[in-house]
């Protein structure tokens, strides 16, 4: 066994607390002040000088002994609007609230690697942790970036995980070479027709059903216009409109999500997707306007840093326990804005065991974790970081 795997799992209990007590008083995106005061806290005990930046992110770095380069590590700290089910001894205590995400277990882990990394004695440069609000929205990676923190020392690569719970277990994680998450865009369409009696509808411009063609024809583009090898999503959230069952309605607005992993298919959407509205509600004599508002980038591991990942957690957990997922995802993840600006490789961390209740979705409201998994987590980050030094020994 490594010996940061060893002292990970004696530093577990220590971690698996800050975890429950982080579950506990769960807050969403720019407004983790307890978390964020937590984390500082905690860095601060182990000498290294945090920095909150952006609002509620914190930074810190570990400056090594020796000279050398930069790698950076990356928790997200914010929880989700989600009334907690789950059952155990330290549900969430705010209503309404909930870290749903794993990202309380992101957070344990990411202050367990500080404190790993911080009693190795011989490191060859320099680790910088990034403790970052908001990833479930608006976003707090770009924030962070512009408040500079892949600066100062710069950095040259970095590391990521998410928890998984549909999967692979305590001990075992998975990775992909090239894309593992789509950029999620968001669309808003309102179609404008004429309201009047519904027992006389040529003297009316019915929007609902302009909306009804609208809403299959949609549907075309990712089965008739783009390529089926590559992974497009678009899906229709919500359709409002009308008033009663004898009023022919004006408007109808419909929202959905547009998921993709090519940039060059995602320019194309917005053109796509509004040539469609604008020929169906000519078609059929309504007007419409069309917002498309872009969310964060795709994100795709570097070839290099995933094989050194991969390598690592090898060594760590064994060949057989390391598993290279077959497919991207087409949920999103603003860990994308680090990946555009320095190799990074973003890897899920098995946390299914269905004997604790641990295999609920993301996102559900009685998601959790298996706890087995952060000491995991911990000696992969403090393993990688530091192979990632020594090999760029200056
Ligand atoms: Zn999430
Ligand atoms: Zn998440």
Redesign the pocket.
């Known amino acids: 066994m490594s010996t940061l795997l060893e002292r990970a799992q004696a530093l577990a209990p220590e971690l698996v607390a800050i975890r429950r007590d982080i579950h506990q008083h769960p807050e969403v995106g720019f407004a983790e002040h307890r978390t964020s005061q937590l984390v500082f806290n905690y860095l601060q005990e182990l000498s290294l000088k945090p920095q909150i930046v952006a609002g509620t992110g914190v930074v810190a770095t570990l400056r090594g002994k020796s000279p050398g380069k930069t790698i950076a590590l990356r928790a997200d700290m914010d929880a989700?609007t989600v009334t907690e089910q789950a059952e155990h001894t330290y549900t969430s205590k705010t209503p309404g609230l909930m870290h749903?995400?794993?990202?309380d277990g992101h957070t344990a882990i990411l202050l367990g690697v500080a404190k790993l990394l911080s009693e190795v004695k011989d490191l060859p440069g320099n680790v910088k942790f990034i403790f970052q609000p908001a990833?479930?929205g608006p976003g707090g990676a770009l924030p962070m970036i512009e408040a500079g923190v892949l600066t100062n020392p710069q950095v040259h690569a970095m590391l990521g995980l998410h928890v998984g719970t549909v999967q692979y277990t305590a001990g075992q994680i998975a990775l992909r070479y090239g894309s593992v998450c789509a950029a999620p865009d968001n669309i808003e369409i309102v179609v404008k027709g004429k309201g009047g009696h519904g027992g006389h509808p040529h003297e009316a411009i019915d929007a609902i059903v302009t909306a009804g063609h609208l809403i299959v024809a949609l549907q075309s583009i990712v089965s008739r216009e783009i390529d089926p090898a590559a992974a497009v999503v678009l899906s229709l959230g919500t359709v409002r409109g009308g008033y009663r069952e004898n009023v022919i309605a004006d408007e109808v607005m419909l929202t959905g999500t547009v998921r993709t992993l090519s940039p060059e298919i995602r320019s194309s959407m917005p053109d796509r997707i509004e040539r469609i509205v604008k020929g169906v509600c000519d078609s059929f004599r309504c007007h419409y306007s069309f917002t498309y508002t872009q969310g964060y980038p795709a994100l795709h591991n570097d070839e290099v840093m995933t094989a050194l990942t991969e390598e690592v957690a090898q060594e760590v957990l064994g060949s057989a326990n390391v598993f290279r997922a077959p497919h991207p995802t087409m949920?999103g993840e603003d860990f994308s804005y680090f990946a555009e600006k320095v190799p990074t490789c973003f890897f899920m961390l098995g946390a299914t065991n269905s004997a604790k209740q641990c295999d609920y979705v993301?996102?559900h409201p009685k998601f959790n974790f298996d706890e087995d998994a952060i000491p995991v987590g911990m000696a992969l980050l403090a393993e990688t970081a530091y192979a990632y030094l020594k090999k760029h020994r200056a």
């Open positions: 989700l749903a995400c794993g990202h990833e479930e949920g993301l996102h």
